[in-house]
Each structure stands twice: as structure tokens, then as C-alpha cells.
């Protein structure tokens, strides 16, 4: 009798270790998406606050930007005001544009300012210059040999100076598509 008891022992053994192989899936990968899941969570993460990270570079770099530029304006403006008053012109305006005024130099009628915005690795700093268009750089010398005609209209005035009473370039012409 023991070696019949033995022999179903060894059967029923069998059997549920046979159903306990198909229970479990026959691998030792149970839980593995979970972990695939996670680690891909983590990684879109990163990547999101990444992204962030440089929309608010970019963010400060076009505050900056803004700034400098309209705090060139303003000094270029107030230049007859003295280079003190105009950088304190410019100094308001690029503190009305969140961002600060770092350099402000004034030569004549020309401003070059540098503006910052941003804290720590997002920070920028720009530069802008404002002042009047450069003159023009006079006639070019005969000896310079002939000066080639462009293929297509020229825009804006002719060059040199316009006659007494004349107008300084070519009258208005209307716009078609503002006509009512």
C-alpha cells in the first residue's frame, strides 16, 4: 500500500505543479509591464520638462529682446536730453518689458544698449543699436568705372538731392486693394 500511496502522491505532485506552470504563465516575466510602463512614464518626464526648460529660455531670450530694442529707441529718441536722461528713459522701458538694463552708451544720435531677463542657465542678454539711417555715402567717383543697371525697379528715391519745391521722391501712388 505504500507504494500505491506513493505513486498518486507523485501523481497529484505532478499535476499540480502542471497546473500551477500554466497558471503562472510558464515565465519569470510576470510584472514586467510595469516596469516597461514606469521606466517609459519617467522617460516623457524628462522629455516634457525638457521642453519647458526651453520654452522658458526662449521666453526670456524674446523678453530681452523686446526690451533692448525699445530701450534703444528710447535713448536713440531722448539723445538731445543728454546720455543720463536717455538711459534713464531707456532704463524705464526696459524694466516696463521685465527686463533690465545692463550697458546704455550714447555717441551722438546713435544708442547701443544691451538688455538681460532670465535668472541662472535661463538667462539672456541682447544687444540693440537705434539711430538715424546712416547718410548717403555720396556719388560714386567717375574713375570707378560705369555703374551697372539693376534688372528690376529701383525702390525708393534717386540718389542726391531734389530740386527746389520739388518733392524728395516719387509722389504716392494709392494702394488698389485699400480702394473702396
Known amino acids: 500500500m505504500s507504494a500505491d500511496c ?18 503562472r504563465g510558464g515565465g519569470g516575466d510576470r510584472g514586467s509591464a510595469t ?9 516623457l518626464c524628462v522629455v516634457v520638462g525638457v521642453v519647458l526648460a526651453m520654452g522658458q529660455a526662449v521666453v526670456a531670450r524674446h523678453r530681452a529682446a523686446g526690451g533692448a530694442d525699445l530701450a534703444a529707441l528710447a535713448a536713440a529718441d531722448h539723445w538731445a536730453d543728454g546720455a543720463t536722461a ?3 528713459r531707456a532704463d524705464r522701458l526696459a524694466r516696463a518689458q521685465s527686463a533690465r538694463l545692463v550697458r546704455c552708451v550714447l555717441v551722438g544720435e546713435i544708442s547701443d544698449v544691451t538688455a538681460a531677463s ?8 541682447v544687444r540693440a543699436r537705434a539711430g538715424p539711417a546712416e547718410a548717403d555715402p555720396g556719388p560714386v567717383p567717375e574713375s570707378a568705372g560705369p555703374v551697372p543697371k539693376p534688372a528690376g525697379p529701383v525702390p525708393g528715391p534717386e540718389p542726391g538731392p531734389a530740386p527746389q519745391g520739388a518733392p524728395a521722391g516719387p509722389a504716392p501712388q494709392p494702394d488698389p486693394a485699400l480702394a473702396p
Open 118 to 125: 532670465g535668472r541662472g542657465p535661463f538667462a539672456a542678454e
Open 6 to 23: 506513493s505513486g498518486r502522491l507523485r501523481e497529484a505532485v505532478r499535476q499540480v505543479t502542471a497546473r500551477h506552470a500554466v497558471t
Open 86 to 88: 536717455a538711459c534713464a
Open 35 to 43: 516596469v516597461w510602463s514606469l521606466a517609459a512614464i519617467a522617460v
